[in-house]
């Protein structure tokens, strides 16, 4: 091909493009006259899979990865895990454990400057199709999850573009889902929020998560009661398909069991022991290449340990991906500043969080309250929250003189958030579980003018999450088992009756053997009038 006629093909393929792009702004010109502009929703973490030679025989999915490659690759090290178990080697166990890591999630890791490897790709991406929207339709933005927040916030903008050419919007919503609200962060940082009538945050770690800093800052720790507590947290979550209430009923007395024989106990202190003894390794080998190396998972290192854990993490000290890191601090700092703004001018903004479930036990500070995953004072930007299953402490509830943000079960006092009027609390909500009862407050912040916690009369700020009626009802005081057995009268629901009276006894051992003796005595005094008698 001579030159002239590369330069006419290319020139020739540029208007095709643009003739393309074009189309939809003109149908956009025309203009929706429907009143509701389209919803974009901005999914979580590991919305789209990541793949390691995509479109290759060797393709293999490497988030979220399957068993099969998960067994193979420690298939691989089980002769070197066997015999560090056998001989106690923590050294031997530490190197199995990295290589397994390595193995699974190794290629996942960036480069010095913050890029993927050519041949780890997400091909799946969306691209918005179609102009459907509606309150039962959105579109939906997916991303790499490990890349800088701020190249997915220039797809975002993109993508908005594209969405209000589609459906002749001059607006859209976003809805964010957990990691969404870091990528939203990044968007509002660098593009604002003009063109954007409602912003919802759903569990969103918009200051990050305690697991993600603790994690990072290498403070790891398992606690029998929290590994308890997660464990029972979940067993409501389970899909057997068989007898599901049955099952959930008694795996939830079992756990009661074997914390109250300390069986938990011990596992934690053998895995304590593994975690000190093997993890330097793990931590040195394998975790901080690959997971150090993500500016995503650094978007959720709350503003507090950071420096802490880029000491730990050996995070380069300039390139590509030392500024990728650092930057996305600037959105952090920034989004509570951000959503205020937007909220004066007009943006309907709802925060929603879960709190009082148990979370992730693997870090010292297992006793946030959160919705599992994220922090409740994290998501809900600076709400004081009393540890999970504990309330706020007398001086505090009693020096508190605005009383309208306290929840009725004294366990969240939402005053000192930077929205007070515009964030929801749910009780026992966890971590982005659907629930038809939230969605349908979100319909309500969409479709109505005033967007606020008193707007609603069914959605007052503190809810509680019920997953058997799959819905949500306002909190009026502390979560009572019984008063929960009856209204859904379930075997699931029973036996966490009975545990929490257990609980109760044992959480009061002066009051049991009070009682213990006062009828030993009575037995006694029984015994002695019959002896007389006889
Ligand atoms: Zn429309």
């Known amino acids: 091909m001579t030159a002239t006629i590369k330069k006419t093909v290319s020139l020739l393929l540029c208007a095709a493009i643009l ?44 988030w979220k990865t399957d068993t099969k490659f998960l067994l193979s690759n420690l298939r691989a090290v089980m002769p070197e895990l066997t015999k560090s178990l056998l001989t106690h080697n923590t050294e031997l166990l530490g190197d199995a454990l990295a290589e397994f890591v390595l193995a699974c999630f190794g290629d996942l890791a960036l480069d010095a400057e913050g890029s993927s490897k050519e041949n780890v790709t997400t091909p799946e991406l969306n691209v918005p199709e179609g102009d459907r929207h509606g309150p039962e339709y959105d579109y939906y933005f997916d991303y790499d999850f490990r890349l800088d927040p701020y190249e997915h916030a220039d797809r975002l903008h993109a993508f908005i573009r594209q969405v209000k050419a589609l459906t002749g919007h001059d607006s859209v919503k976003l809805k964010c889902s957990s990691m969404g609200g870091v990528v939203l962060s990044a968007y509002l940082d660098k593009y604002g929020y003009d063109g954007i009538d409602v912003i919802i945050c759903r569990c969103c770690p918009l200051w990050g998560t305690a697991v993600a800093g603790e994690a990072f800052c290498g403070r790891l720790e398992l606690n029998a009661e929290a590994l308890t507590r997660y464990a029972a947290d979940a067993v409501p979550f389970l899909e057997t398909g068989f007898a599901d209430d049955f099952i959930e009923g008694s795996l939830y007395a079992l756990l009661a069991v074997l914390k109250g024989a300390g069986v938990m106990d011990g596992l934690c202190a053998l895995g304590d022991a593994v975690i000190r003894a093997a993890g330097e390794k793990v931590y040195r080998k394998a975790m901080i290449p690959i997971f150090g190396s993500l500016p995503g998972i650094w978007a959720f290192v709350p503003q507090e340990y950071f420096d802490d854990a880029v000491r730990l993490m050996h995070v380069p000290d300039e390139g590509g991906l030392h500024d990728k890191i650092f930057a996305y601090r600037n959105a952090m700092a920034h989004v509570a500043d951000r959503l205020t703004n937007a909220k004066k001018d007009g943006v309907r903004i709802c925060i929603i969080c879960g709190y009082n479930v148990q979370r992730t036990p693997l870090v010292t500070l297992w006793r946030s309250t959160s919705d599992g995953t994220v922090d409740t004072k994290y998501a809900s930007l600076g709400a004081t929250c009393a540890d999970v299953r504990e309330t706020l402490d007398d001086s505090y509830l009693s020096a508190l003189e605005n009383k309208d943000y306290l929840s009725p079960d004294n366990m969240v006092d939402a005053s000192t958030c930077v929205l007070p009027d515009c964030t929801w609390f749910v009780r026992n909500w966890l971590h982005c579980n659907g629930n038809t009862g939230i969605d349908a407050l979100f319909d309500l912040v969409m479709t109505s003018g005033d967007v606020s916690v008193n707007a609603f009369e069914r959605f007052p700020q503190f809810l509680e999450a019920d997953d058997d009626t799959d819905t949500v009802y306002p909190v009026t005081g502390a979560p009572d088992a019984l008063e929960r057995l009856k209204a859904h009268p379930s075997y699931l629901n029973f036996i966490r009756f009975l545990v929490s009276v257990v609980r109760r006894l044992l959480q009061a051992p002066d009051a049991v053997m009070h009682c213990v003796r006062a009828l030993r005595e009575r037995a006694e005094s029984a015994a002695i009038i019959q002896g007389r008698q006889a």
């Open 19 to 62: 003739c393309c792009a074009t189309v939809p702004v003109l149908a956009g010109d025309e203009g929706c006259k429907c009143g509701f502009s389209p919803i974009i929703y901005v999914g979580p973490l590991g919305c789209t899979p990541i793949v390691r030679d995509a479109g290759t025989e060797n393709e293999q999915t490497l």
